[in-house]
C-alpha cells in the first residue's frame, strides 16, 4: 500500500540531519512521519560522516519503498568575529566597540574582537551599520584603517564568540565559494548528493564555477541557489540571471531577514517563490519554520501560519533546520509540518493556476505538460497524471501548474527518481519501461498504479509520454486513459 500521507501531501519537507537526528532508527521514523529530503549541513561534521548518513538514509527509504533526495549544503563565506577570551561580552549602547583583524583568535575582550576575512575592509565605509549575531547586536562603522573598523555600539547585548557579521543592505564582497567548500565538492563521490546548496551566491559565475566544480564529483546533481545577500534581490536582473543559471533557489531567511529586515522578507519570499515557479525552477522556503518546536512538542499558531503561507504561495518545499537537526522532537515537527502543508493544501487557492495562459509553448514536451494539467483539472474522475520520464523534465513542468493530483513520476532511473523528490506534487516511483513493449507499455503502467493503490479500477488516468522511450527531451504523447 503505498504511503497516502505522501501522496496527498504536495507540498515536500526538507529536514536538516544532526546530532538529534542521525541515528538509523530516527532516520527510518522521519522517512515515515514525511521526509522528502534530508539536508546535510557542510557546516558541521565531516565527509565521512556525512557519507555515512546518506547511506543509511538511502537503506531506510528502499526499505520504506521511498525514494528520498539527499541535499548538500555547503558552508560558503560565513564572516564571523574571532572568540573572547571569557566566551562572550556585554556590550553597551554607546560605548566604543573595535574589531581588529591583527587581534588574536582567542583574545577578544570588552572593548575589540578580532576577525580573520580581512576583505571586508575594501566593503565597507564610514557610516555603514555592521549587524552582528543575527542582528541582535548592532554597530555604525566610524572609521576604517587597517586591520581595524572603529565602531559606536547601536545596540548593545550579549555578544558571543564567533558570531556572524553582515552588513545592513548587504555588499560584503566574499566569493560563494571557499577553500572548505571546494574540499567539501571533492568528497561528494563519497555522498553522491541529488541537490548541492551553494550558499552566499552573488553572481552567475558562482553557480558556473559550481557546477564546474561539481562535473568530477558529483556531476548528476542539481544546483541549488542560496539566496541570501541583500544585494541579489535588489537586483531584478541579477536575481533573474541567477535564478536561470540555478536548478532552484533556497528562500535562506536567515542571513537575508539580517540584511533587509523582517518587513522587507515577507514580499521578497513571495516574489522569489513566484518568479521561480515562472521560470521553471524548484524553490525551497527555509530557516526558523517551526523553531519553537526545538524544544516543545507542538508549534505556535504563527508558526503554522507560516508554513501555511509559502504553501499557499506555491513553493515547493519547506525546510526544517535546528528542528530535526538539534530538537528535542524531530519527528513530532516533521509530522506538524506535515499537517500544516495539508491543511493550506485544502484550500481552493492552492489548486487554481492561471500559469503559463498567456505564453506560447517552447516545445512538444512543454505543450505536452501543461495541456495534460488543465485536462486533468478540468475533466472528471481523473485521479492522476502518469509521467514516463527519463531526466525528470515534463514532472518537473507539470509541477509548475497548481492542482490537487497527484503527478506520478515513473522512472527507471534512480537518480531521476531522487531529483523528483523536491517537486511539488510529483510522487516519484520506479517503473522499467523498457522491460515492456511498446504495444504493453500503457496498460502494464496502469497495472502498476492499480496494483500498488494509486489508483483504483474505473478512475481516469492522463498518461504522457514519447514515441521513443529512453531518450531524454523526447515527451510528444498525451492520453487519456481508463484503468
Do not use: W
Not at 522569489?272 to 517551526?290: C, E, H, N, P, Y
Request: hydrophobic share 45%.
Amino acid at each position: 500500500m503505498p504511503p497516502t500521507v505522501q501522496i496527498n501531501r504536495r507540498t515536500k519537507i526538507v529536514a536538516t540531519v544532526g546530532p538529534a537526528s542521525r541515528d538509523k532508527s530516527t532516520i527510518a521514523k522521519l522517512i515515515t512521519a514525511g521526509v522528502d529530503v534530508f539536508r546535510l549541513n557542510f557546516s558541521h561534521g565531516s565527509a565521512d560522516e556525512h557519507a555515512e548518513v546518506a547511506r543509511v538514509v538511502r537503506e531506510e527509504a528502499k526499505a520504506q519503498q521511498r525514494y528520498v533526495g539527499i541535499l548538500a549544503d555547503l558552508q560558503g563565506p560565513k564572516i564571523r568575529i574571532s572568540s573572547f577570551r571569557n566566551g562572550s561580552v556585554d556590550l553597551v549602547t554607546g560605548d566604543r566597540f573595535i574589531l581588529d583583524s591583527s587581534v588574536d583568535e582567542r583574545e577578544g575582550d570588552e572593548r575589540r574582537v578580532g576577525f580573520a576575512y580581512e576583505a571586508m575592509l575594501s566593503s565597507l565605509s564610514p557610516g555603514d551599520v555592521l549587524l552582528l549575531d543575527d542582528g541582535r547586536v548592532r554597530l555604525l562603522v566610524d572609521s576604517i584603517e587597517a586591520p581595524r573598523i572603529d565602531c559606536k555600539v547601536l545596540v548593545g547585548g550579549a555578544l558571543g564568540s564567533r558570531k556572524g557579521i553582515n552588513k545592513l543592505g548587504g555588499g560584503i564582497a566574499a566569493p560563494a565559494l571557499t577553500e572548505k567548500d571546494l574540499a567539501d565538492i571533492e568528497s561528494f563521490g563519497k555522498v553522491k548528493p541529488d541537490f548541492v546548496a551553494v550558499s552566499f551566491v552573488s553572481q552567475v559565475s558562482d553557480i558556473e564555477e559550481a557546477r564546474s566544480r561539481l562535473v568530477a564529483h558529483a556531476k548528476d546533481a542539481s544546483v541549488i541557489a542560496k539566496i541570501e545577500r541583500a544585494e541579489v534581490v535588489a537586483d531584478s536582473q541579477l536575481l533573474e540571471s541567477i535564478l536561470r543559471a540555478s536548478d532552484g533557489v533556497m528562500v535562506a531567511r536567515g542571513d537575508l531577514g539580517v540584511e533587509v529586515g523582517d518587513a522587507e522578507l515577507i514580499g521578497i519570499q513571495k516574489n522569489l517563490i513566484s518568479l521561480s515557479r515562472k521560470l521553471d525552477r524548484i524553490v525551497i522556503t527555509a530557516t526558523q519554520m517551526m523553531e519553537s518546536m526545538i524544544n516543545s512538542t507542538m508549534p505556535t499558531r504563527a508558526e503554522v501560519f507560516d508554513v501555511a503561507n509559502a504553501v499557499l504561495d506555491g513553493t515547493d518545499a519547506v525546510m526544517l533546520s535546528a528542528e530535526t537537526a538539534v530538537g528535542d522532537y524531530p519527528v513530532n515537527v516533521v509530522r506538524a509540518m506535515a499537517d500544516a502543508a495539508l491543511g493550506a493544501e485544502r484550500h481552493p487557492v492552492a489548486r487554481t493556476s492561471g500559469y503559463r495562459m498567456d505564453r506560447e509553448f517552447p516545445n512538444a514536451k512543454v505543450a505536452i505538460a501543461m495541456a495534460a494539467m488543465y485536462a486533468a483539472n478540468h475533466l472528471q474522475n481523473v485521479r492522476g497524471i502518469a509521467c514516463l520520464t527519463e531526466s525528470g523534465g515534463t514532472p518537473l513542468l507539470m509541477s509548475r501548474l497548481s492542482s490537487g493530483l497527484p503527478i506520478f513520476g515513473l522512472s527507471s532511473n534512480v537518480r531521476t527518481l531522487a531529483r523528483l523528490s523536491l517537486c511539488r506534487g510529483v510522487v516519484p516511483l520506479f517503473f522499467d519501461a523498457e522491460s515492456f513493449g511498446q504495444d504493453n507499455l500503457e496498460t502494464s503502467a496502469i497495472e502498476f498504479l492499480t496494483a500498488n493503490e494509486y489508483v483504483c479500477k474505473g478512475d481516469s488516468l492522463l498518461l504522457t509520454r514519447g514515441e521513443l522511450m529512453g531518450v531524454v527531451g523526447s515527451t510528444n504523447m498525451m492520453k487519456i486513459l481508463i484503468c
